[in-house]
Structures are given as C-alpha cells and as structure tokens.
C-alpha cells in the first residue's frame, strides 16, 4: 500500500509510485503525465489522438537505468470509450502487447478518488486484464500504460 492509495489527495503534490524499469529508459513521473526523454505522451496524445504510441530504449534489468541498445520498451495511450460495472473499454487493441496494467496511470488530470480495480476490455472486445485506478475513471479519460517491445500503432488501432 502507498501513501497515494492510503491518502488520494497527495495526489496532487506527489506523483504515484513509478517502476522506471517498465518503461522506456529516460522516463519520469508528472502528477498527471508520464515523460519519455522529456517527451510528454499526454501531449503527444493530444497531437496525434489516441490510441498512439510512443517507443524507447528499454531498461536494462538491474542496471539502476541504462538504456538497451537492442530491446525496445513502449508507452501506449489510450482512451476509456465506456466505464461501467468496474469494466473499462479502451480504443485500443491490446491483445497480445504484454501490457504491464500494474503501472497504468491516469493522464490529463490529477484524481482524490480513492483507488478501484477494473476489467480492461479492449477495442476488439477482449478482456486483456485488470488495472487499478481511481475510481472515477470514466469515459473520455485518456491512460497510458507500459508494453515491453516494440509494437506499431498499427497494432493497436
């Protein structure tokens, strides 16, 4: 248990914990934003629209954060289309990625809701596993999530 999930409201002066190890090398925690070599992908999201992606070098297991020069790691983002009965379908296609769920976070704004687990279903209609997140998770709110590889935006539209 974090502090975060004991106490919601340091959302807004803390970021969530953050495993740099699940994603691109170079990437960092914003209260409502994650940043890959400086690159904010809320930002990149709202160029391209969703769902997109952005990839990096990967983390070097146990290196305390070298970049790979041959594994890749990616950052989809995503929009919640529907949110009910804890059951989040995104517009995404994720079957098959290997998403890391446990380091989802919630993009675009800062939440005091205490934390829920949901089902993701994704654009296909696949259950592709379950997220914690705030609980006021609804439609129209934008995750990014973790996927270790190199994958296309093809892949999830």
């Not at 090398?25 to 999201?45: E, N």
């Amino acid at each position: 248990m974090t502090l975060t999930a004991l106490l919601p409201t340091l959302r807004a002066s803390i970021p969530a914990p953050f495993d740099a190890a699940a994603w691109p090398a170079g990437s960092a925690p914003t209260l409502d934003d994650v940043t890959v070599r400086a690159v904010s992908v809320g930002r990149y999201a709202d160029l391209c629209g969703t769902p997109c992606v952005c990839t990096g070098p990967a983390v070097i297991p146990a290196s305390g954060g070298v970049a790979s020069t041959i594994l890749s790691t990616t950052v989809v983002v995503a929009t919640v289309v529907d949110a009910e009965s804890r059951t989040l379908r995104l517009d995404a296609c994720a079957a098959g990625l290997d998403a890391v769920w446990r380091e989802a976070r919630l993009l675009g704004r800062v939440s005091h809701a205490y934390d829920a687990t949901f089902d993701v279903v994704d654009a296909a209609g696949r259950a592709v596993g379950s997220v914690t997140l705030p609980d006021d998770v609804g439609a129209g709110d934008r995750i990014a999530f973790p996927c270790p590889g190199c994958h296309t935006v093809g892949e999830v539209r």
